[in-house]
């Protein structure tokens, strides 16, 4: 947990439940995990919460309730954004409904400060917000936790029961997306979630992402009649004007990176530059968090020694293939990608960069 942070879309990272489970793919390299495993294993928050394998520290399932980093946010008196539970899934199987009841008290009581979640277990992050409009008991219930939580207990109690919106407007709540797969599966259960802001974390980015393909449900083949990024429908899409139905919830902010670390996966080029396109023809904020290690020619080629071989990746047969780029070979020859590490390769996508964020809301 800090008050600062060098993740490029927030400014705070809060950490009141640590631990967690390998999920999808995106989690193979996860920071967290290794860093739990390594450097801080002998720490309180961390301690028996990886196991070790052969290809290093590894989740084993097990979470963990920091009650000291609870009301950390509280102390903060200046707005800032939060990443919230940096280190674990606030949605996670193993993190009782308690615990995330607590945590939302919390957020209501900082208005002042927006907190950014993001899970990849959506269809339980979609079931409990579901609470807060259906019969209005998980209010009560995180009401009950600011209640006990706060010295003032009756003041906070009434401040979450009756005087607070829901869905929160300052918490943004997201989803990871790392391939086509994990969109269909994760996206459907996000616009079907109560949120002020939706939001998508494409990264570690593993493949193409095309949200025309995205099913209008978990696991059905059909496709929605509105666009996932627009909200409108696709038959009259860009005519705003469009009378056939109201605008339907959307994603409001996409953010895209590559991964870093000693065994990054490389990401193609186009995989980034589609995603950019399709953001911007919904006119939907974009943020290009990083190329990771691994970076195209034309950034890469600054850092690289025209006498010496580089090390490179090409994709093709919907696989990466590891090769090195010669001097003399000619510009068709060259990898798609080379590995010049997270620093030189930077933050530009075609020389521009993309710090699109949606409007905050707080007071």
């Given at each position: 947990m800090a008050d600062h942070t060098k993740i490029e879309w927030t400014e705070a990272t809060w950490n009141p439940i640590t631990g967690c489970s390998v999920y999808s793919a995106g989690c193979t390299n996860c920071y967290a995990m290794k860093l739990a495993g390594t450097r801080l294993r002998h720490h309180p928050s961390r301690a028996g919460l990886t196991i070790d394998t052969k290809a290093g520290p590894v989740w084993n399932g097990q979470v963990r309730f920091n009650e000291d980093w609870l009301t950390q946010p509280l102390q903060w008196k200046r707005p800032r954004m939060i990443f919230v539970c940096a280190h674990a899934d606030l949605f996670?199987?193993?993190?009782?409904?308690?615990?995330?009841?607590?945590?939302?008290?919390?957020?209501?009581?900082?208005?002042?400060?927006?907190?950014?979640?993001?899970?990849?277990?959506?269809?339980?992050?979609?079931?409990?917000?579901?609470?807060?409009?259906?019969?209005?008991?998980?209010?009560?219930?995180?009401?009950?936790?600011?209640?006990?939580?706060?010295?003032?207990?009756?003041?906070?109690?009434?401040?979450?029961?009756?005087?607070?919106?829901?869905?929160?407007?300052?918490?943004?709540?997201?989803?990871?997306?790392?391939?086509?797969?994990?969109?269909?599966?994760?996206?459907?259960?996000?616009?079907?979630?109560?949120?002020?802001?939706?939001?998508?974390?494409?990264?570690?980015?593993?493949?193409?992402?095309?949200?025309?393909?995205?099913?209008?449900?978990?696991?059905?083949?059909?496709?929605?009649?509105f666009g996932p990024l627009s909200g409108y429908c696709r038959r009259h899409f860009p005519r705003y004007d469009c009378k056939c139905s109201d605008q339907r919830p959307k994603i409001d902010w996409v953010v895209v990176g590559g991964e870093s670390g000693n065994d990054a996966r490389p990401m193609h080029p186009d995989w980034a530059r589609s995603l950019r396109d399709q953001c911007e023809a919904a006119g939907t904020p974009f943020f290009f968090k990083q190329w990771g290690n691994w970076a195209p020619g034309e950034i890469a080629g600054e850092h690289l020694d025209p006498e010496k071989a580089a090390k490179g990746a090409s994709f093709y047969n919907d696989r990466w293939h590891d090769c090195w780029s010669e001097p003399e070979m000619h510009v068709d020859d060259e990898p798609d990608v080379y590995r010049v590490g997270k620093k030189a390769a930077g933050r530009q996508l075609d020389g521009k960069l993309h710090d699109g964020m949606p409007e905050v809301h707080n007071v």
């Open positions: 996670h199987e193993a993190v009782p409904d308690e615990w995330i009841d607590r945590i939302f008290a919390v957020m209501a009581l900082c208005p002042q400060h927006t907190f950014q979640v993001l899970t990849k277990r959506s269809d339980r992050m979609r079931a409990y917000m579901h609470g807060f409009t259906c019969d209005g008991a998980r209010r009560f219930n995180v009401a009950d936790a600011a209640g006990r939580m706060m010295e003032d207990g009756d003041g906070a109690w009434s401040t979450v029961a009756a005087n607070t919106d829901w869905p929160l407007p300052n918490v943004w709540l997201g989803v990871s997306v790392e391939n086509q797969a994990t969109a269909d599966e994760r996206i459907p259960d996000l616009l079907a979630t109560p949120a002020a802001v939706r939001w998508l974390s494409c990264e570690p980015l593993l493949g193409p992402v095309d949200f025309n393909e995205v099913p209008a449900e978990r696991g059905r083949a059909s496709r929605p009649i």
